[in-house]
T-cell receptor, first 113, second 112 residues
Framework: DAMVIQNPRYQVTQFGKPVTLSCSQT?????MYWYQQKSSQAPKLLFH???????NEADTPDNFQSRRPNTSFCFLDIRSPGLGDAAMYLC????????????FGPGTRLTVT | QQQVKQSPQSLIVQKGGISIINCAYE??????FPWYQQFPGKGPALLIA?????SEKKEGRFTISFNKSAKQFSLHIMDSQPGDSATYFC???????????FGAGTTVTVRA
């Protein structure tokens, strides 16, 4: 089945220790998104890639970076995680930038100790 | 500034009952209104969506009602089942913008 896969599902990191979360997709979609979702809140868009073009949301902290080495994979790097970065991180895809539907992965739960 | 307002924050319904979640929006440029279902520890899954050219869309036990003049839309879950217990997010977007504007979410609990 075509899908969005996130690894790992659970990640524990120490305060200030860099961490990388990964997303892959078999949908062959051009757009990949990263969202941050804190407990009992709606997902918040951090950035997206349209093909190789990176687009940062204005309020995304500099501590968050992303890489998309190819169509299938996208990585979220948190350079110096703080306690406030503990959240569920969701990857999503859409066929085109002007596609309505976004398909979400299962998420990675990040804990910062 | 939240572009989509969702209510209630939570609701409890008995098995077999009807769950109703309401959303309101301000931006008349929105032209796509999806609902996402999210189980604890999982990502949101697209449940059902509607465009503003129709007033109602039904898929199984899930129905979206859309009122363009009032800028409101709602999700009705008929014959609610314990397996429907989840958080539901309404959202809105427009074709020329990649962003989904999410509502704050409604946690639905269906009691057996």
């Amino acid at each position: 089945d075509a899908m969005v896969i996130q690894n790992p599902r659970y990640q524990v990191t120490q305060f200030g220790k860099p961490v990388t979360l990964s997303c892959s997709q078999t949908l062959n979609h051009n757009v990949m998104y990263w969202y941050q979702q804190k407990s009992s809140q709606a997902p918040k868009l951090l950035f997206h890639y349209y093909d190789k073009d990176f687009n940062n949301e204005a309020d995304t902290p500099d501590n968050f970076q992303s890489r998309r080495p190819n169509t299938s994979f996208c990585f979220l790097d948190i350079r110096s995680p703080g306690l406030g970065d503990a959240a569920m991180y969701l990857c999503a895809t859409s066929r085109e930038i002007r596609s309505y539907e976004q398909y979400f992965g299962p998420g990675t739960r990040l804990t910062v100790t | 500034q939240q572009q989509v307002k969702q209510s209630p924050q939570s609701l409890i319904v008995q098995k077999g009952g009807i769950s109703i979640i309401n959303c309101a929006y301000e931006n008349t440029a929105f032209d796509y209104f999806p609902w996402y279902q999210q189980f604890p520890g999982k990502g949101p899954a697209l449940l059902i969506a509607i465009r503003p050219d129709v007033s109602e869309k039904k898929e199984g036990r899930f129905t979206i009602s859309f009122n363009k003049s009032a800028k409101q839309f709602s999700l009705h879950i008929m014959d609610s089942q314990p397996g429907d217990s989840a958080t539901y997010f309404c959202a809105a977007s427009r074709l020329d913008d990649y962003k989904l504007s999410f509502g704050a979410g409604t946690t639905v609990t269906v009691r057996a």
